[in-house]
């Protein structure tokens, strides 16, 4: 499976999602490196599929195209964060009848951040943000000091305007520090624990906080997912990688469930770290994903 390439400059208004790649990991903590390595290898990881989803959904209903790594700059992070930026505008300046839907491969999980910055500026409607995660990323300040990094991602989101806690669901953590439980106890994000999720029934699980987003009058959603979400059976190559995660299918029927909930409004994978990885299996299971995602979303389209 291989995807057009566009250039961004000439991209019009007829694709329904947009794939681009941010190969930058300056942001990142983890001493395990190479998350900007991952576009390269989630894109070379499709063409190991055919053609349908596992569900026979054809996903090349709607046009996809990928518009390749945009620039990025490991020491200038204003100037990173612009390049950033200025992709997903010139993105969601696209929008007419149909919804281009930018799918962005990380990357450290950083890149979230410019990300939901130019949504917020420029999307029409009210959103929510669906994060999967081991982690919940709400340092404030990286060993005191660092104020942007791939682990203070969300506690930088929280401070923009027109974002609100409530509007943030975070699914499959496990690896909570100090700082950031004295935060989430001072606030009412709860997050949905990898720990809940085994216990239960993930469908009812899911349902009723999707409802109660929905009930807060949200109807799309931004949908962030960290592939360290994954056990590390299913994802090694990550820069933090934390057992007890996920199981593939586990986050495969979330993904399915909250679009029947939801209109997905962008998407980005990240943290994936091929140099960590085995037999690239979790470029497979990252590429995997985002295919049967697309296929979700599409039949909703319908
Ligand atoms: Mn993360």
Redesign the pocket.
């Given at each position: 499976m291989v995807f057009e390439k566009v250039d961004k400059y000439e991209l019009k208004d007829d694709s329904s999602f947009v794939i681009l790649g941010i190969p930058f990991e300056a942001t990142s903590t983890s001493p395990r490196a190479g998350a900007k390595e991952a576009p390269l290898a989630i894109r070379k990881a499709f063409n190991y599929f055919s053609l349908l989803t596992e569900l026979g959904i054809d996903i090349f209903q709607k046009k996809i195209v990928d518009i390749g790594d945009i620039e990025v700059y490991p020491s200038l992070l204003e100037e990173t964060m612009t390049s950033i930026e200025e992709t997903i505008s010139l993105i969601l300046s696209l929008r007419s009848d149909n919804l281009p839907i930018p799918i962005t491969l990380g990357g450290?999980?950083f890149i979230?951040y410019p990300i939901i910055r130019k949504f917020l500026q420029i999307f029409p409607h009210k959103f929510g943000i669906i994060?999967f995660?081991?982690?919940?990323?709400l340092y404030d300040k990286w060993l005191y000091k660092e104020k942007y990094a791939?682990?203070t991602?969300?506690h930088r989101i929280l401070e923009l305007q027109s974002i609100e806690k409530e509007d943030l669901l975070f699914i499959g953590t496990r690896d909570i520090d100090y700082e950031e439980a004295e935060f989430l106890k001072n606030t009412s994000i709860k997050p949905i624990s990898s720990h809940s999720i085994s216990q239960g029934d993930l469908k009812a699980l899911l349902s009723q906080r999707f409802q109660r987003l929905q009930r807060r009058g949200i109807d799309h959603v931004y949908v962030?997912i960290?592939i360290?979400v994954l056990d590390p059976i299913f994802a090694p190559g990550t820069g933090?990688p934390i057992p007890g995660g996920l199981t593939y299918r586990q986050l495969w029927k979330a993904l399915d469930l909250l679009t029947q909930y939801f209109q997905v409004i962008g998407i980005d994978l990240?943290?994936v770290c091929p140099p960590y990885d085995s037999s690239e299996i979790t470029s497979i299971t990252a590429a995997r994903l985002l295919m049967e995602f697309i296929g979700f979303i599409t039949e909703k389209m319908k």
């Amino acid at each position: 499976m291989v995807f057009e390439k566009v250039d961004k400059y000439e991209l019009k208004d007829d694709s329904s999602f947009v794939i681009l790649g941010i190969p930058f990991e300056a942001t990142s903590t983890s001493p395990r490196a190479g998350a900007k390595e991952a576009p390269l290898a989630i894109r070379k990881a499709f063409n190991y599929f055919s053609l349908l989803t596992e569900l026979g959904i054809d996903i090349f209903q709607k046009k996809i195209v990928d518009i390749g790594d945009i620039e990025v700059y490991p020491s200038l992070l204003e100037e990173t964060m612009t390049s950033i930026e200025e992709t997903i505008s010139l993105i969601l300046s696209l929008r007419s009848d149909n919804l281009p839907i930018p799918i962005t491969l990380g990357g450290d999980h950083f890149i979230t951040y410019p990300i939901i910055r130019k949504f917020l500026q420029i999307f029409p409607h009210k959103f929510g943000i669906i994060i999967f995660d081991a982690h919940v990323d709400l340092y404030d300040k990286w060993l005191y000091k660092e104020k942007y990094a791939h682990c203070t991602v969300f506690h930088r989101i929280l401070e923009l305007q027109s974002i609100e806690k409530e509007d943030l669901l975070f699914i499959g953590t496990r690896d909570i520090d100090y700082e950031e439980a004295e935060f989430l106890k001072n606030t009412s994000i709860k997050p949905i624990s990898s720990h809940s999720i085994s216990q239960g029934d993930l469908k009812a699980l899911l349902s009723q906080r999707f409802q109660r987003l929905q009930r807060r009058g949200i109807d799309h959603v931004y949908v962030s997912i960290d592939i360290d979400v994954l056990d590390p059976i299913f994802a090694p190559g990550t820069g933090y990688p934390i057992p007890g995660g996920l199981t593939y299918r586990q986050l495969w029927k979330a993904l399915d469930l909250l679009t029947q909930y939801f209109q997905v409004i962008g998407i980005d994978l990240v943290e994936v770290c091929p140099p960590y990885d085995s037999s690239e299996i979790t470029s497979i299971t990252a590429a995997r994903l985002l295919m049967e995602f697309i296929g979700f979303i599409t039949e909703k389209m319908k």
